[in-house]
């Protein structure tokens, strides 16, 4: 527990409950280095951009 990945901005951001303890904050911050670590934005953006059949996963498509 700890956190949840909040997607489509362009980073990581972890939301936490504002009730959480200090084992959650840790928590949320291990996973947001993971996260880092994984480069799991360029992962995503490349995904859904071959989902889509586009060689440039950063154009916007106006969909």
């Given at each position: 527990?700890?956190?949840?990945?909040?997607?489509?901005?362009?980073?990581?951001?972890?939301?936490?409950?504002?009730?959480?303890?200090?084992?959650?904050?840790?928590?949320?911050?291990?996973?947001?280095?993971?996260?880092?670590?994984?480069?799991l934005n360029n992962l995503i953006?490349?995904?859904?951009?071959?989902?889509?059949?586009?060689?440039?996963?950063?154009?916007?498509?106006?969909?």
């Amino acid at each position: 527990y700890g956190g949840a990945p909040l997607l489509g901005v362009d980073g990581v951001c972890i939301i936490g409950h504002g009730r959480s303890r200090a084992q959650a904050y840790k928590n949320a911050v291990r996973v947001a280095s993971q996260a880092v670590k994984a480069n799991l934005n360029n992962l995503i953006t490349t995904g859904l951009a071959a989902m889509r059949g586009d060689d440039n996963p950063l154009k916007a498509t106006g969909d």
